[in-house]
Structure formats: C-alpha cells, structure tokens
C-alpha cells in the first residue's frame, strides 16, 4: 500500500467522522425546538385528578387545561362510566361552561352513590357541546388528551 493509498484512507475517514459531529449537533440543535412546538399546538387536556368516597357516593375531582386558543363559552363532556368488570353502568353530561383560554380548572362532579372501588372505568363517549365565543362549533374531540392520575383509568 503506498503513501497515497494511506491518505486517501485517512481522508475517508476524516470526512465521516466530520460528518457524523455534524449530523450529532444538527440533532442536538433540533430536539430541544421539538417540545416546544408541540406545546404550542391547540389542545384541550382533561384530567382524572383524583376519587374519593363521600357521604354522597363517589366523587371525582377533574382537570381542565384549555389550551384551544378559543375560550369555551360552552362544553359539556358525555362521560360513561363502566363498572369493575367493564359493563356500562351510568352516563353523565357535565356542563364546564364556560373554560376560560390557557386556563387550567379544578372541578368536583358527583359520579356515583356507590363507593369510588365500584367504578372500574371512565370513558369520555364525547365531546357534544364545545363553542367558542362568536358562537361557532369546534372540533374539540380531536384536540382532546386524557389521562388519569387515579386508579380508575380515563380513556377515549
């Protein structure tokens, strides 16, 4: 092998690990823009904060994070609740109105006058009322995330 051959190789291999420090700061550079632009698409999180039993039956404390861009002059959530061993066992429609925009609210509804341990599941059927301010619909099933920081899981 003569001295060309040897800096030919050397030259290759100069070039991929140039290459592969680029390609590594291109990447570093562009990951930390990703979170950031997913937290500016339009979303509306509801959270299953929390259940306890009262002398009422059982009661559930939701989070709602709007962050559509629109404040909710109205929205109602179709909830179905399913028991322990996943058979339907009550639907409610629970009116928020109004979710004011990049506002996070606590609100207390009354599920069930069982204990919270007969509910196996929550399911969000729909969304049948969501209009922003000027009165137009919005498509808020499709901005929806849910999770649950309860036992019970929330789904939809």
């Known amino acids: 092998?003569?001295?060309?051959?040897h800096l030919t190789m050397r030259a290759r291999r100069d070039r991929r690990v140039a290459g592969a420090v680029l390609l590594g700061a291109a990447l570093t550079w562009l990951l930390p823009a990703a979170p950031a632009q997913a937290q500016n698409q339009p979303s509306l999180a509801i959270e299953l904060n929390k259940l306890e039993d009262s002398g009422e039956g059982c009661r559930s404390m939701f989070v709602f994070d709007n962050r559509t861009g629109h404040e909710l002059h109205r929205f109602?959530?179709?909830l179905i609740l399913f028991d322990q061993k996943g058979v339907y066992a009550r639907q409610l429609l629970l009116d928020?109105?109004?979710l004011?925009?990049?506002k996070k609210v606590l609100a207390s509804f009354l599920l069930a006058e069982e204990p919270c341990d007969s509910i196996g599941s929550l399911l969000?059927?729909?969304l049948?009322?969501?209009?922003n301010g000027s009165g137009a619909e919005l498509d808020c099933v499709d901005l929806l995330e849910v999770r649950s920081r309860s036992d019970v899981p929330l789904e939809k």
């Open 1 to 5: 092998m003569g001295a060309s051959d």
């Open 76 to 78: 109602r959530v179709d």
């Open 96 to 98: 928020m109105a109004p």
């Open 100 to 102: 004011s925009e990049d």
């Open 124 to 126: 969000i059927n729909d």
């Open 128 to 131: 049948p009322w969501c209009e």
